[in-house]
């Protein structure tokens, strides 16, 4: 193995897969601030820090990449206000993950199953509910709620050492998953090492991820942001596992999050591959991933967005109407303050009851999130869907709360439905 894959902080020059130093810049979405560390009304005047939010691509292994690299501990906090429970809609696609799995592999029952940054245990509820023995890993204080509610979990990042801890007291592993974390974490080798130390030879790796098929097709610019250091193609993926003794077996697109890759690595050489990997790797040659005119054509597709949103609102706010934000994930965070929406356009971002950020503002632009029960009574009249990835579903129970407002849909480009 020619690259040892844990990166080192701060700026970085070459690919975080296959080592190679032909990268293209893409499009530069400023210095931004950590999009999680929303801020509490006492932190509203102190300093904030941010750092260079650069997109690029491997024209060797069509990986999509940031060149900056911030700590862990600052990205991961133990007050990570995220929960993935609380949406039922992606409690349901999480759940997926098991029964996906489990289907395409032999798993005996009371197998050992663990998920690597676990958040709240939502994935490994289904695995418990399949008859498997579950463990989660998850660094912030949300693995409280996962052991409270009956999955347990460890408080810690996972690591080489950690999986000997594992290894040792719960025994190996037929199943490791990491659902939306594998593209976040610096210390790749670490990680990967501590999961083929884990697995039973033969065991199973489900990793799911952003698809950079679907960033660029769809323009998600705003899923680019410092926790998420890779933007995997199929292609990176089996180079990067080749690198550690597993076979990508098997590979599916599923909707999660705007459009990810859920990808099967198994331990071990000359595994049998399906023709679904086959297809993808086919799909992406096709879409032109190894190619920098389809890399081009998406930075003048984000331009323009950030160009008709913001002129937009700035037309809406010049007649004397109220535009406000609805929903609050991470990807909030770089899309706002790259078009530029302060409080002075948009005074709000409306959270459902349950968030963990009311109260809190959101870092760099330091909008308010407020409970959706202030936007319900005050019925802006546009509201701009910040988590424009899950709208059906949110645009529904809205409409069935009573909100007449104007949805703008900020992405792939702007639309705005009337009620």
Same mark, same amino acid.
């Given at each position: 193995?020619?690259?040892?894959?844990?990166?080192?902080?701060?700026?970085?020059?070459? #690919?975080?897969?296959?080592?190679?130093?032909?990268?293209?810049?893409?499009?530069?979405?400023?210095?931004?601030?950590? #999009?999680?560390?929303?801020?509490?009304?006492?932190?509203?005047?102190?300093?904030?820090?941010?750092?260079?939010?650069?997109?690029?691509? #491997?024209? $060797? #292994?069509?990986?999509?990449?940031?060149?900056?690299?911030?700590?862990?501990?600052?990205?991961?906090?133990?007050?990570?206000?995220?929960?993935?429970?609380?949406?039922?809609? !992606?409690?349901?696609?999480?759940?997926?993950?098991?029964?996906?799995?489990?289907?395409?592999?032999?798993?005996?029952?009371?197998?050992?199953?663990?998920?690597?940054?676990?958040?709240?245990?939502?994935?490994?509820?289904?695995?418990?509910?399949?008859?498997?023995?579950?463990?989660?890993?998850?660094?912030?204080?949300?693995?409280?709620?996962?052991?409270?509610?009956?999955?347990?979990?460890?408080?810690?990042?996972?690591?080489?050492?950690?999986?000997?801890?594992?290894?040792?007291?719960?025994?190996?592993?037929?199943?490791?998953?990491?659902?939306?974390?594998?593209?976040?974490?610096?210390?790749?080798?670490? &990680?990967?090492?501590?999961? *083929?130390?884990?697995?039973?030879?033969?065991?199973?790796?489900?990793?799911?991820?952003?698809?950079?098929? $679907?960033?660029?097709?769809?323009?998600?610019?705003?899923?680019?942001?410092?926790?998420?250091?890779?933007?995997? *193609?199929?292609?990176?993926?089996?180079?990067?596992?080749?690198?550690?003794?597993?076979?990508?077996?098997?590979?599916?697109? &599923?909707?999660?999050?705007?459009?990810?890759?859920?990808?099967?690595?198994?331990?071990?050489?000359?595994?049998?591959?399906?023709?679904?990997?086959?297809?993808?790797?086919?799909?992406?040659?096709?879409?032109?991933?190894?190619?920098?005119?389809?890399?081009?054509?998406?930075?003048?597709?984000?331009?323009?967005?950030?160009?008709? !949103?913001?002129?937009?609102?700035?037309?809406?706010?010049?007649?004397?109407?109220?535009?406000?934000?609805?929903?609050?994930?991470?990807?909030?965070?770089?899309?706002?303050?790259?078009?530029?929406?302060?409080?002075?356009?948009?005074?709000?971002?409306?959270?459902?009851?349950?968030?963990?950020?009311?109260?809190?503002?959101?870092?760099?632009?330091?909008?308010?999130?407020?409970?959706?029960?202030?936007?319900?009574?005050?019925?802006?009249?546009?509201? &701009?869907?910040?988590?424009?990835?899950?709208?059906?579903?949110?645009? *529904?129970?809205?409409?069935?709360?009573?909100?007449?407002?104007?949805?703008?849909?900020?992405?792939?480009?702007?639309?705005?439905?009337?009620?």
């Amino acid at each position: 193995m020619s690259l040892d894959h844990n990166l080192p902080l701060g700026k970085i020059g070459y #690919c975080q897969v296959c080592g190679g130093k032909n990268l293209e810049s893409i499009i530069d979405l400023g210095h931004q601030p950590p #999009c999680d560390s929303l801020l509490w009304p006492e932190q509203l005047d102190q300093s904030e820090t941010s750092y260079p939010l650069r997109f690029k691509v #491997c024209m $060797d #292994c069509s990986l999509g990449q940031i060149d900056y690299v911030v700590a862990p501990e600052e990205l991961f906090f133990p007050d990570y206000p995220y929960r993935s429970g609380i949406t039922s809609s !992606l409690v349901e696609k999480l759940s997926k993950t098991a029964s996906s799995t489990l289907s395409r592999f032999s798993v005996p029952e009371n197998s050992l199953v663990l998920d690597i940054g676990s958040n709240d245990g939502t994935v490994l509820r289904a695995f418990q509910n399949s008859g498997m023995r579950v463990l989660g890993i998850e660094a912030t204080n949300i693995a409280e709620i996962a052991n409270r509610n009956g999955i347990e979990t460890l408080q810690k990042f996972f690591s080489e050492d950690l999986a000997h801890h594992i290894r040792k007291n719960y025994g190996a592993a037929s199943v490791i998953a990491a659902t939306n974390v594998f593209a976040h974490v610096a210390s790749l080798g670490d &990680i990967l090492r501590g999961v *083929s130390l884990l697995l039973d030879e033969g065991g199973v790796f489900v990793t799911e991820s952003h698809y950079l098929l $679907d960033l660029l097709d769809t323009v998600q610019y705003d899923s680019i942001y410092h926790e998420h250091l890779r933007y995997y *193609s199929v292609k990176s993926l089996i180079k990067l596992f080749e690198q550690y003794g597993f076979t990508v077996t098997d590979a599916e697109r &599923i909707d999660n999050y705007g459009g990810s890759i859920r990808v099967y690595a198994v331990k071990g050489r000359r595994h049998i591959v399906s023709n679904s990997v086959k297809e993808l790797l086919t799909k992406e040659e096709k879409f032109g991933l190894g190619e920098i005119n389809i890399y081009r054509e998406f930075a003048k597709r984000v331009l323009k967005s950030r160009q008709d !949103l913001l002129k937009l609102v700035v037309s809406a706010r010049q007649m004397g109407q109220t535009v406000v934000g609805v929903g609050c994930p991470g990807r909030a965070s770089t899309l706002l303050n790259y078009v530029g929406l302060s409080p002075g356009l948009l005074p709000y971002i409306a959270e459902q009851s349950t968030s963990l950020k009311l109260g809190l503002f959101l870092p760099g632009l330091h909008v308010p999130i407020v409970d959706e029960e202030r936007m319900l009574s005050e019925q802006p009249d546009y509201a &701009i869907m910040l988590s424009w990835h899950y709208a059906d579903p949110i645009i *529904s129970k809205l409409r069935d709360k009573g909100l007449r407002s104007r949805i703008v849909i900020p992405l792939p480009e702007v639309i705005v439905q009337d009620p």
